[in-house]
T-cell receptor, first 114, second 113 residues
Framework: AQSVSQHNHHVILSEAASLELGCNYSYGGTVNLFWYVQYPGQHLQLLLKYFSGDPLVKGIKGFEAEFIKSKFSFNLRKPSVQWSDTAEYFCAVNSRSNDYKLSFGAGTTVTVRA | DGGITQSPKYLFRKEGQNVTLSCEQN?????MYWYRQDPGQGLRLIYY???????QKGDIAEGYSVSREKKESFPLTVTSAQKNPTAFYLCASSSTSGHYGYTFGSGTRLTVV
């Protein structure tokens, strides 16, 4: 069975600081990887995804993530955060062998102080 | 605009009652999903359906039931057998290839009173 671990439960940082959120998954086969964001009071939105090709993936709002297969990791980064990045972030994985069901991490709450 | 509509946004239920949450999509997606979101636990899969008239249990199906009579609709019933039903429920849909991730609805917050 596939599972996802997110290292940080809550991250607090100031505007213009850099952000990195850790995500590790446990599954030996070919996977698709995703980061979703949930802004306060809004529905889940897709930030970026990886399923093949360049392991460095760029998403919306200046976010990027790097897939490191040997480490089973898919960490999310943003060089300089803004107050509007305050949200909850979820890492997720699916695979063809698991009917493409998305398995989510527990989420990381990011609070950006102005 | 294409998307997923969940209704109602807030729902209150008395203990011992069944309640049905609505989920409708106009994205022409074959697959639909129900997740439950609890603080600190992420999203957990309740049921999913990849085709009309067929559905499978997810990780936490006990106390829930679903139907998929139409491609556009995937209602979830929270039965009285669900021991801890107060939660935020999210519906999602996707193409069957799964590469593109899911599109999510805005959710229904269910509170048992």
């Amino acid at each position: 069975a596939q599972s996802v671990s997110q290292h940080n439960h809550h991250v607090i940082l100031s505007e213009a600081a850099s952000l990195e959120l850790g995500c590790n998954y446990s599954y030996g086969g070919t996977v698709n990887l995703f980061w979703y964001v949930q802004y306060p009071g809004q529905h889940l939105q897709l930030l970026l995804k990886y399923f093949s090709g360049d392991p460095l993936v760029k998403g919306i709002k200046g976010f990027e993530a790097e897939f490191i297969k040997s480490k089973f990791s898919f960490n999310l980064r943003k060089p300089s955060v803004q107050w509007s990045d305050t949200a909850e972030y979820f890492c997720a994985v699916n695979s063809r062998s698991n009917d493409y069901k998305l398995s989510f991490g527990a989420g990381t709450t990011v609070t950006v102080r102005a | 605009d294409g998307g997923i509509t969940q209704s109602p946004k807030y729902l209150f239920r008395k203990e011992g009652q069944n309640v049905t949450l609505s989920c409708e999509q106009n994205l022409n997606h074959d697959a639909m999903y129900w997740y439950r979101q609890d603080p600190g636990q992420g999203l957990r899969l309740i049921y999913y359906s990849q085709i009309v008239n067929d559905f499978q249990k997810g990780d936490i199906a006990e106390g829930y039931s679903v139907s998929r009579e139409k491609k556009e609709s995937f209602p979830l019933t929270v039965t009285s057998a669900q021991k801890n039903p107060t939660a935020f429920y999210l519906c999602a849909s996707s193409s069957t290839s799964g590469h593109y991730g899911y599109t999510f609805g805005s959710g229904t917050r269910l509170t048992v009173v």
